[in-house]
């Protein structure tokens, strides 16, 4: 089945060392997203790929960043992350952007990040 | 962006019909309405979207108001696998690409 994969589902890491995740689609879709979601919150976008342009959104830190090498996946990269950076993080993809039936966004499972 | 407005909880029985309402009364004449749900620990899961007319699909019927400042997410027999935190979001105008989610519906299918 066509799907958006992301691993780890559970990552820890240390205050300030740097972590990345994954996430990987079999849809062939051009846009990839990632989310933050924090506990009891609602997801966040940080920032998109459409292809290879980056989106990134006003308010999201420059500790994240992120990697599209090619179609099928997208890294996040924490650079130093901080006890208020655990969270859920969410993969998301669309065929397109804007209004319509192919732009509908499909999530993977999250990738819980724990800092100690 | 137009603003939802959601209540925070519902309960339903199992097998009833839960009928979920969202307002939008800013929404514009070119902004659609999504759900999503989020199950607990897991990622956002899309239902339905529409633009005017009802819409309907395996999962649930959306029915949006003539005026389309309000609608309703209607799971015609709810299970207790449809016990999730359900969002109803307006995309932007002119398209645009972010999900914003308000902080939704927690339905609880009870037996």
């Known amino acids: 089945d066509a799907m958006v994969i992301q691993n780890p589902r559970y990552q820890v890491t240390q205050f300030g060392k740097p972590v990345t995740l994954s996430c990987s689609q079999t849809l062939n879709h051009n846009v990839m997203y990632w989310y933050q979601q924090k506990s009891s919150q609602a997801p966040k976008l940080l920032f998109h790929?459409?292809?290879?342009?980056?989106?990134n959104e006003a308010d999201t830190p420059d500790n994240f960043q992120s990697r599209r090498p090619n179609t099928s996946f997208c890294f996040l990269d924490i650079r130093s992350p901080g006890l208020g950076d655990a969270a859920m993080y969410l993969c998301?993809?669309?065929?397109?952007?804007?209004?319509?039936?192919?732009?509908?966004?499909?999530f993977g499972p999250g990738t819980r990040l724990t800092v100690l | 962006d137009a603003k939802t407005t959601q209540p925070p909880s519902m309960d339903c029985a199992e097998g009833r019909a839960a009928n979920l309402p969202c307002n939008h009364s800013t929404i514009s004449g070119n902004e659609y309405v999504y759900w999503y749900r989020q199950i607990h620990s897991q990622g956002p899961q899309y239902i339905i979207h529409?633009?005017?007319n009802n819409e309907t699909n395996e999962m649930a019927s959306l029915i949006i108001t003539e005026d389309r400042k309000s609608s309703t997410l209607i799971l015609p027999h709810a299970t207790l696998r449809d016990t999730a935190v359900y969002y109803c979001?307006?995309?932007?105008?002119?398209?645009?690409?972010?999900?914003?989610f308000g902080t939704g519906t927690q339905l609880k299918v009870e037996l």
């Open positions: 529409g633009l005017k």
């Open positions: 998301a993809t669309s065929r397109a952007v804007g209004s319509g039936a192919d732009n509908t966004q499909y």
């Open positions: 979001i307006v995309r932007p105008r002119g398209g645009g690409n972010k999900l914003t």
């Open positions: 790929y459409y292809d290879k342009d980056f989106n």
